[in-house]
């Protein structure tokens, strides 16, 4: 049993007026009361003076064997089963300090953080809780030497390309992860090139698709982001729409990505001395590309009302680490997102990205209980979610150091 209460909630969706207690019991929320009701009895209560209740954060773009250093996907191959299992685990812990509870991998090495998913829900059943939910993908599926080829997902024609996505239901993945174009973190391949043709790319999603199986691209470069719109994914990664002579987003396309409600995660979040993969710092250089412009793009797509989700590919380098999904919450904001609506990105609406809209994302009973406290008023400052004040994990207060 443990109460958590706060002068200001949000549930998800909205604002709360006046704040909330809420109740939670065996790792789920059992009540929502106003923020002025008294605990029951002899409950533990967890709280703090001018903090935010809100459910807790859910980063729906991370690399879990990504070590936050540059070079980070490049060393993976060296990893042996325990150093990806220590990567993997202080990836959680940093994610857990900054107030994120679940997270969806979009790319492992060896079914790794698949089978870190396995083993934590196993592990909660002996009462103790120390890690966010994990929602996995493997291996992302690529071209031979294609983005990301080194976390051994390469595939050669159709045949193979129909055998990766069973292999992948069969081992119970989430989600299937496409690389429909090249990937600045890999020297070689052409971010504004498509890795695979029309028609290989809809075999994947019709197999997915009849196995029961959603299907997420990651696309920098605008034809692999049309392509990808015309072979129906259910989300794009990244959604650049980068090609030789800059940013391009045509009307239609943003068009087609609201009318089929095909979530894009636009990846934003950085430190402030971040700086950009070579591949992608030449574009920029080359065609006057700026951050600003990334940041008015994405303020396009919400405004042609395309649902956009929060997710910071974090784990790749050290202008990406994990733990940083606030940011992108600040940036969404800075595109153009009310704070109610970034906040609902990574919370709600990536719920819903993740396929557990039924159980995360809400202050509702019934619900896991995986909430955040922050110093301060993110429905004015968005950025109070830098400031953690306490994390509590299906019930759990989690321990931030």
Not at 375 to 400: E, H, K, N, W, Y
């Amino acid at each position: 049993m443990l109460a958590v209460r706060a002068g200001q909630a949000f549930d998800g969706e909205r604002a709360i007026p006046g704040g909330a207690l809420v109740l939670t019991e065996g790792g789920r929320i059992t009540g929502i009361e106003p923020g002025s009701a008294d605990p029951p009895e002899g409950w533990p209560v967890v709280e703090a003076a001018g903090a935010t209740l809100l459910p807790g954060l859910i980063d729906t773009h991370v690399h879990l064997c990504g070590d936050s250093r540059m070079g980070a996907l490049d060393r993976l191959p060296g990893y042996d089963d325990a150093e990806l299992a220590g990567v993997i685990e202080q990836a959680l812990r940093a994610q857990v300090a900054a107030g994120v509870t679940t997270v969806r991998d979009l790319g492992d090495r060896r079914w790794s953080a698949l089978e870190w998913r396995d083993r934590s829900a196993a592990a909660d059943g002996d009462g103790a809780v120390r890690y966010p939910t994990v929602v996995a993908s493997g291996p992302p599926i690529t071209s031979p030497a294609g983005h990301c080829w080194h976390m051994g997902g390469e595939v050669r024609d159709a045949d193979e390309l129909r055998k990766a996505v069973r292999e992948r239901a069969d081992r119970r993945v989430d989600v299937v992860k496409i690389m429909a174009s090249g990937g600045a973190m890999t020297p070689g391949t052409d971010v504004t090139a498509c890795q695979f043709d029309l028609e290989e790319l809809r075999l994947a999603v019709e197999e997915a698709h009849t196995l029961g199986l959603p299907v997420t691209a990651h696309a920098h470069g605008l034809p692999a982001v049309e392509q990808a719109v015309a072979a129906g994914v259910d989300g794009i990664e990244h959604c650049g729409c980068l090609t030789a002579s800059g940013m391009e987003v045509p009307d239609r396309l943003l068009e087609s990505l609201a009318a089929q409600g095909i979530q894009v995660c636009p990846t934003l979040g950085k430190t402030a001395d971040a700086t950009p993969p070579p591949a992608l710092l030449e574009i920029m250089e080359r065609t006057g590309l700026t951050w600003e412009a990334r940041l008015a793009m994405v303020g396009r797509m919400h405004r042609a009302g395309v649902r956009l989700v929060s997710g910071a590919d974090a784990g790749i380098s050290s202008g990406k680490p994990h733990g940083i999904l606030r940011e992108t919450v600040v940036d969404l904001v800075e595109a153009g997102l009310t704070s109610v609506e970034a906040l609902a990105s990574a919370t709600s609406v990536a719920a819903r990205s993740c396929g557990l809209g039924e159980r995360k994302g809400r202050l509702r009973a019934g619900y896991d209980a995986d909430l955040l406290l922050v110093d301060g008023d993110p429905f004015t400052d968005i950025t109070a979610l830098r400031r953690v004040s306490a994390v509590v994990l299906r019930g759990q207060r989690a321990d931030l150091q």
